[in-house]
């Protein structure tokens, strides 16, 4: 069976997870008592990414929904003579439990692609069972029409501006082109980039994971 990521083990205190290309494994909890922290713990808004009228929740949807959806999901592999190899991914392959997968791409349209990790808690699934843990979009075409079919958060990435989105996310940090989650945030993690125009140039969505990033055990 093709394998369509690289493996790295790693350590966490919740879920294991594991996608496409880099593999991760998590642990198990420490001796704290976890139902108090969660008691404490402010709820943290998740906010959703539709593309082409399909709604993603990271942490939630799954690969398959997009795999339905009619979109690809690709991963792509340095041959021995130094050349990239792009491949479909297999949504029948097996993927470990408690794993974290990162390297993988969805193909949107020719002039836009996605960046893609997965994960996977205590039992082995299928890849297209998977969970998207992290989905990151960068825009670099000059054409930017394509890009009203993208919305984070239900407005538009072409109306996200850096003046948007600081009204749309007053809790949020940052200057005149990044604007950051708040610290405060555990549960997800939220990116945005702007140009000097303030047209939104990169955004990122993420649940949090324990991964040991060192790939040590």
């Given at each position: 069976?093709?394998?369509?990521?690289?493996?790295?083990?790693?350590?966490?205190?919740?879920?294991?997870?594991?996608?496409?290309?880099?593999?991760?494994?998590?642990?198990?909890?420490?001796?704290?008592?976890?139902?108090?922290?969660?008691?404490?713990?402010?709820?943290?808004?998740?906010?959703?990414?539709?593309i082409?009228?399909?709604?993603?929740?990271?942490?939630?949807?799954?690969?398959?929904?997009?795999?339905?959806?009619?979109?690809?999901?690709?991963?792509?592999?340095?041959?021995?003579?130094?050349?990239?190899?792009?491949?479909?991914?297999?949504?029948?392959?097996?993927?470990?439990?408690?794993?974290?997968?990162?390297?993988?791409?969805?193909?949107?349209?020719?002039?836009?692609?996605?960046?893609?990790?997965?994960?996977?808690?205590?039992?082995?699934?299928?890849?297209?069972d998977?969970?998207?843990?992290?989905?990151?979009?960068?825009?670099?075409?000059?054409?930017?029409?394509y890009?009203?079919?993208?919305q984070?958060?239900?407005?538009?990435?072409?109306?996200?501006?850096?003046d948007?989105?600081?009204?749309?996310?007053?809790?949020?940090?940052?200057?005149?082109?990044?604007?950051?989650?708040?610290?405060?945030?555990?549960?997800?993690?939220?990116?945005?980039?702007?140009?000097?125009?303030?047209?939104?140039?990169?955004?990122?969505?993420?649940?949090?994971?324990?991964?040991?990033?060192?790939n040590?055990?």
């Amino acid at each position: 069976m093709r394998v369509s990521m690289k493996k790295l083990l790693k350590k966490w205190s919740f879920v294991g997870l594991s996608l496409i290309f880099i593999v991760m494994t998590l642990t198990g909890c420490s001796g704290e008592n976890n139902d108090d922290k969660t008691a404490n713990k402010p709820e943290e808004k998740l906010y959703p990414i539709t593309i082409e009228g399909q709604e993603i929740l990271v942490g939630q949807t799954t690969v398959s929904t997009l795999l339905d959806k009619g979109f690809k999901v690709t991963v792509s592999e340095m041959t021995p003579d130094k050349q990239i190899n792009k491949y479909e991914i297999d949504p029948n392959e097996e993927l470990e439990a408690n794993s974290y997968y990162t390297g993988g791409s969805i193909q949107i349209n020719d002039s836009l692609s996605a960046l893609i990790s997965l994960a996977t808690d205590e039992k082995s699934v299928k890849m297209g069972d998977a969970v998207i843990a992290r989905l990151e979009f960068t825009f670099v075409s000059e054409d930017r029409s394509y890009l009203d079919n993208i919305q984070f958060n239900g407005v538009s990435v072409n109306e996200l501006s850096r003046d948007k989105a600081k009204e749309m996310f007053p809790d949020f940090t940052g200057d005149d082109n990044m604007w950051f989650s708040p610290a405060s945030m555990t549960e997800y993690k939220y990116f945005l980039s702007f140009s000097w125009e303030g047209q939104l140039h990169n955004f990122y969505v993420e649940k949090k994971y324990d991964v040991d990033w060192s790939n040590k055990k």
